[in-house]
């Protein structure tokens, strides 16, 4: 049983499939021939990740994932099918450690005394320079 390291998680080889398809874009006749297009999913379902780390990495994945919980990944912009695996393999390399990054909290601070007061003169200010261009009263 292959095991593949990424982003420090272990992913089993057969939670990875492989498809190759024919691709379209430069390469002429190549493209009409060769399958070149690599199509990489990850079955979330045989992997044994953490509840909390698939829950960021299904939010991460957003469209990629699909209903049967694989994460398709299709990388098509090369010539050759080594190069499109390659992609393929580090854009989920980049999507496995996105998911590692833990959002850290935000604690909500308090304005200082200083900024209040000087919120407030602003105000002030504002509202005498609108009361200046307001029509005279007539008595």
């Given at each position: 049983?292959?095991?593949?390291t990424?982003?420090e998680?272990?992913?089993?080889?057969?939670?990875?499939?492989?498809?190759f398809?024919?691709s379209m874009g430069?390469?002429g006749q190549?493209?009409?021939k060769?399958a070149?297009?690599a199509?990489?999913?990850?079955?979330?379902g045989?992997c044994?990740?953490?509840?909390?780390?698939?829950?960021?990495?299904?939010?991460?994945a957003?469209?990629?994932?699909?209903?049967a919980?694989e994460?398709?990944?299709?990388?098509?912009?090369?010539?050759t099918?080594a190069?499109?695996r390659?992609?393929?393999?580090d854009?989920l390399?980049?999507?496995?450690?996105e998911?590692?990054?833990v959002?850290?909290?935000?604690?909500?601070?308090?304005?200082s005394?200083?900024?209040v007061?000087?919120?407030?003169?602003?105000k002030?200010?504002?509202?005498?320079?609108?009361?200046?261009?307001?029509?005279?009263a007539?008595?």
């Amino acid at each position: 049983m292959t095991v593949y390291t990424m982003a420090e998680q272990q992913i089993p080889a057969e939670a990875l499939t492989w498809k190759f398809v024919r691709s379209m874009g430069p390469g002429g006749q190549n493209v009409n021939k060769v399958a070149t297009a690599a199509e990489l999913r990850l079955d979330l379902g045989a992997c044994c990740f953490s509840t909390a780390y698939r829950k960021r990495l299904e939010s991460c994945a957003g469209k990629r994932l699909n209903g049967a919980g694989e994460i398709v990944i299709f990388a098509r912009s090369h010539r050759t099918q080594a190069r499109n695996r390659k992609e393929a393999m580090d854009r989920l390399q980049g999507l496995l450690s996105e998911a590692g990054r833990v959002a850290k909290k935000r604690f909500r601070t308090k304005p200082s005394r200083t900024a209040v007061n000087a919120g407030i003169r602003r105000k002030q200010r504002l509202r005498k320079k609108k009361q200046l261009r307001r029509k005279p009263a007539i008595e």
